[in-house]
């Protein structure tokens, strides 16, 4: 009798466990960045002391609670763009002519890239956007607290937190970016380095300001070790480009523009695509080996790119 009574309590237990932990995940998504609001308010005042002083004077502690509001205590599956106005309000600033950067499919390398604001100024790069970059958070329909268990994806329900979070200030940079803009996209992702379906061409393109833009530069730059998928007019980005010019825009592309390229090789100094020319035959001294030439000519390229870009690494 003891031993069938323990039984049923070790499988009601189990049951138990199960089901609550079925409960605590709701959602496919992984849940809040744990320590989110220290997160995000130690960002606010890293960039608005060391990144990017120029935009003055921010209230860190406000900016938190007008970010939070936009989600706290709805349906998590219900959060609309506008939701988020009053923070991206708060937190707006200049964005330099000619300094916008968009792009698909490569943050790390966008962001590496821009350099902080000190070559360009991506969506990341502003104060928005670095806010929330690559962070996750959601809250629970009349609670006050986040869900660290799980939030929604995209696949489950648009209107999340983050997906409209994302729409929002991607809106609000396009409608704030002006001269020469920049566009960096990856040759070797699949579907095509322009995605017809996406941020850039759904949120950005359409709220750009035509009377404040003078010229749209595409780079199409394919991974080092990856393939050559798509390229300055063919296929998607071919289609990108005839969207532009029925707008109106004067634009030029460049396939595996040199800047970009130079800091992919850092990673890749020995790969055949980042082969360092030159029209000028080395001088040699001495005993020379079979190898030497090459090897020099390594290290002058990994030295001078690095000395080019080795402020980029440290994002």
């Not at 921010?58 to 959060?79: G, M, Q, R, V, Y």
């Not at 959601?138 to 006050?144: D, E, L, R, V």
Request: net charge negative.
């Amino acid at each position: 009798m003891n031993s069938l009574f323990l039984s049923l309590l070790l499988v009601s237990l189990l049951f138990m466990k199960s089901f609550s932990e079925g409960q605590g995940k709701k959602w496919k998504g992984e849940g809040t960045t744990q320590n989110l609001e220290s997160i995000v308010i130690g960002r606010c005042y890293e960039y608005t002391r060391i990144v990017n002083p120029s935009v003055g004077e921010k209230n860190c502690s406000e900016l938190w609670e007008a970010f939070k509001n936009a989600f706290i205590k709805k349906d998590p599956c219900n959060i609309r763009p506008s939701d988020y106005e009053l923070f991206i309000n708060l937190s707006l600033h200049t964005i330099p002519p000619n300094k916008s950067l968009f792009w698909e499919n490569n943050q790390q390398l966008v962001n590496s890239f821009s350099g902080r604001t000190r070559r360009y100024m991506s969506l990341g790069d502003t104060l928005f956007g670095f806010f929330g970059d690559l962070l996750n958070w959601c809250g629970q329909a009349n609670s006050t607290g986040l869900d660290y268990d799980s939030c929604p994806t995209t696949e489950e329900c648009e209107n999340n937190a983050v997906e409209s979070f994302w729409q929002m200030a991607s809106i609000t940079y396009a409608q704030h970016s002006s001269g020469v803009i920049h566009v960096l996209l990856n040759g070797s992702a699949e579907g095509g380095a322009y995605p017809v379906k996406g941020f850039f061409a759904d949120y950005e393109i359409p709220n750009l300001q035509k009377d404040k833009i003078s010229e749209i530069v595409i780079w199409v730059v394919d991974d080092i070790e990856g393939p050559d998928r798509d390229s300055c007019g063919i296929h998607t980005v071919k289609i990108l480009e005839n969207r532009l010019k029925t707008l109106g825009y004067d634009l030029t592309c460049t396939d595996n523009y040199k800047s970009v390229m130079f800091l992919l090789c850092l990673d890749h100094p020995d790969h055949s695509k980042c082969a360092f020319s030159s029209s000028a035959p080395a001088a040699q001294r001495g005993p020379t080996s079979s190898d030497r030439g090459g090897s020099w000519n390594k290290l002058m390229f990994v030295a001078f790119v690095g000395f080019l870009f080795r402020s980029a690494l440290v994002y």
